[in-house]
């Protein structure tokens, strides 16, 4: 096969695979459009609310930056290690755990006042925790042969249950009802800057930045290193990537403790932007979150934040309608349900798709013709 051949497959398929995104999307979106028409009693406003909430006012758009910047940590994340086909789901408890200690108790005990040191050492360690939090299952899983899936979901309540206990037990604030010490003598967060704007505050959340270099570094990794090659290839074949050379157990524990490292990053950045003491006693949902930020970025790092985006954009607009018009906020879920059930469906225009193939081929032999043609 020759170069402009392979060009042409992979346009083909990058065509089809936007058009099979767009085509799910648009279902979701009109799944949402007819339950919100038949349950609401004011079915415009809700409808007006849903789509353009956070477009309507500030605080409305604060809120869904807010909900964007953890399903990108999230998401790259799960990315990294569903690059390298590890299907370890432990990052919800690095994600909490890594908050817990990495934005708690690194900015109550270690580095007390000191907000820009704290933030910076917060997060790192806040990642360094997450990484053994997903190391756990993955080395488990190497020596003993156990069940990633199993052991990494029992390492989410573990973590849980064991900050719970922390919290409750050694660091909780005795004037508070379950949230430790303030790490902060002001009432403001140490990782925003609010911005007045008329009667309204634009938060600048640096998390938001955090989030967006961890993306760039981690799409530089996958397709710009040796290393991140070999993650991929061993996603793609692991017995091929034996074959060549390349030591599969020691690249799925990497990919494992990058995705952890970036899970408690991202634990922290939240914890620290969103909360003066740390308050949490369920688990996030964020951990989740990223799996199907995954889905929607097809393991690409770069295309998460566009998933983040649409995906927060849409249960911001949920929540608004939700308060304003007391439609269930969980209608989101049904969206997204609904897009990745699509998505994820291979014979999903799959008939379009032989179409597109048989019209680029049937193109690029007229455009041959006509060049032997000129040629003569």
Not at 321 to 347: N, P, R
Request: hydrophobic share 50%; with cysteine; proline share 3%.
């Amino acid at each position: 096969m020759n170069k402009s051949q392979t060009r042409f497959n992979m346009s083909v398929q990058s065509k089809h695979q936007i058009l099979r995104m767009t085509m799910s999307i648009l279902i979701g979106l009109a799944l949402a459009t007819v339950l919100i028409i038949a349950t609401s009693d004011r079915p415009m406003t809700s409808l007006s609310y849903f789509f353009f909430a956070p477009l309507q006012s500030i605080s409305y758009f604060n809120f869904w930056m807010q909900k964007a910047i953890p399903l990108m940590f999230t998401g790259v994340a799960v990315s990294i290690m569903f690059s390298a086909n590890q299907f370890n789901l432990g990052l919800e408890g690095a994600f909490l755990f890594g908050g817990f200690v990495g934005g708690a108790l690194t900015n109550i005990y270690i580095v007390p006042g000191q907000p820009v040191v704290g933030c910076i050492l917060g997060c790192l360690i806040g990642g360094i925790i997450g990484a053994l939090i997903t190391a756990v299952p993955a080395i488990l899983e190497r020596l003993f042969n156990a069940s990633i899936m199993v052991t990494s979901l029992m390492m989410n309540y573990i973590c849980l249950w064991y900050s719970n206990y922390l919290l409750f037990s050694v660091f909780k604030d005795p004037k508070t009802s379950k949230s430790t010490y303030s790490w902060t003598s002001s009432s403001n967060e140490i990782m925003v800057t609010k911005i007045k704007i008329g009667n309204e505050k634009l938060v600048i959340f640096y998390s938001l930045f955090v989030a967006l270099l961890i993306v760039v570094i981690a799409w530089f990794f996958l397709y710009r290193t040796k290393v991140g090659f070999k993650l991929r290839q061993v996603g793609e074949n692991a017995n091929f990537a034996r074959y060549v050379g390349i030591s599969v157990p020691a690249i799925a524990v990497l990919a494992q403790l990058l995705g952890g490292f970036i899970g408690g990053v991202g634990g922290a950045a939240e914890i620290m932007s969103l909360y003066t003491n740390y308050r949490w006693v369920e688990l996030t949902g964020f951990g989740w979150d990223g799996v199907t930020m995954a889905v929607f970025a097809k393991n690409n790092p770069k295309n998460v934040p566009i998933a983040a985006l649409f995906i927060a954009y849409l249960r911001a607009g949920a929540y608004v309608m939700s308060i304003k018009t007391g439609i269930q906020v969980d209608l989101t879920k049904i969206v997204e349900a609904v897009i990745i059930l699509f998505l994820l469906a291979e014979k999903f225009l799959q008939k379009t798709y032989r179409k597109m193939i048989i019209a680029e081929a049937e193109k690029e032999r007229a455009m041959k013709q006509q060049l032997e043609a000129e040629g003569k």
